[in-house]
């Protein structure tokens, strides 16, 4: 049957290798950046250098290894049964060890917990869960720029709010962007990720009452090295607010406090409804069964192992600042944390992080994001740190050395 002419009749040759090539380019356009870190492992594997012959200062990971039991129960894991255990999956949501350990740990019910592969994950399921193209995100900087990057992958905006001291504690920014913008979520990192400042539990129970109806996302990578509470000796937390608050959540990990950064174990801490809003976005076999196995023997050995290695970091800190600013060199940290700021007015950043290398020593140039600054995180014995960086200084003429 002939076609009428004016439907489907046209003889015009289409360019389909055009069109695809078009689309692509649509898409790359559309594309929201990757988050792509440097990273000094392949640096130390090329060189073929041992742990115990570098200074890996540039992810603030432990420093020290993990104790010998979380190590034993990974190994028993793994021969148990004659390495049988190996083909099935993990307990799900973590497995029920964990979370009863977590719910201890953090003083919280089973119910106010979800565990993830990391709190990366945790972050990336909060984003998806709670943010969508014309939403808001607000969030203080600089920060941890992976949760921005986890933003842009949503559509949602992203409202940095610069502080006018990054180093000191600016709630009434906060509450001002919050105001104005009336966003979906507001992050919070706290000790923040890299100027070492703590948001208050008070304030952010203040901000979440004030603006019930947004989400304050706390991030707690870092709880362990944050300031000790006058009267119970340990870091405040805002996990017990986020358990009854339905606008706060929390989340945690195993990487930094507890060196286990390569079995990548985190968690939230959320009111039960949150929890349960989560699970939708959720994969409950996401937590490898090393990660679950090393948690759980970390979690017990917290007092006898873990507390004195925090709070040698906390003074190896403490003691690194003064060091360095007896030297006559521009640090800065807002208190907590295991890192602190270096700050190069010229912003050779990149060249300083480079000549460390030559002494084995990584360090985090955050030029791009935060000029001027390069992060160094903090082991227990930084008095080699410390020479290398003010030699380091005078051969680029920061610094001149007293005779």
Known sequence: MAVPRGQFASTEIVDLAAIRQAQHHVEEKARPAAYSPTTSLEKI????????????????????????????????????AGGAYLKWYPHLSGGEALRLELASYCGVEDANLLVTNGSDDAL?????????PGKVAVAPTPTYE?????????GAELVRVDLSDPFVVDV????????????????????????????????????????????FLVDEAYHEFGTPDGWTGEPRSCARLAATLRNV???????????LASVRCGFVVAHPSTIEDLRAYYNPKSVNQFAQVAAVAALRELDTYYKPY??????????????LQARGIAVRTGGAGNFVCLYLADGRTAELCRRLEAHAIYVRDLGARFPGHVRITIGLDMGKIADAIEATLHDMGHLTLAP
């Open 249 to 259: 959540v929390v989340t945690r990990t195993f990487s930094k406090a507890f060196c």
């Open 172 to 215: 009434d920014a906060v509450a001002t962007a919050v105001e104005h913008q009336r966003p979906a979520m507001v992050y919070l990192v706290s000790p923040n990720n890299p100027t070492g400042i703590e948001w208050p539990v008070e304030s952010v129970r203040d901000l979440a009452t004030r603006f019930p109806e947004v989400m």
């Open 310 to 323: 925090i709070a040698a970091t906390r003074a190896a800190r403490d003691a690194f600042v003064r060091d």
């Open 146 to 154: 992976h949760f921005c990057v986890n933003v842009a992958h949503t």
């Open 124 to 132: 990336i399921l909060l984003c998806r869960a709670l943010l969508a």
């Open 45 to 80: 594997a090329r060189d073929g250098r041992t742990p115990d012959e570098v200074h890996k200062l540039d992810w603030n990971e432990g420093t020290i290894a993990p104790p010998p039991s979380v190590t034993a129960a990974m190994m028993e894991y793994i021969q148990s």
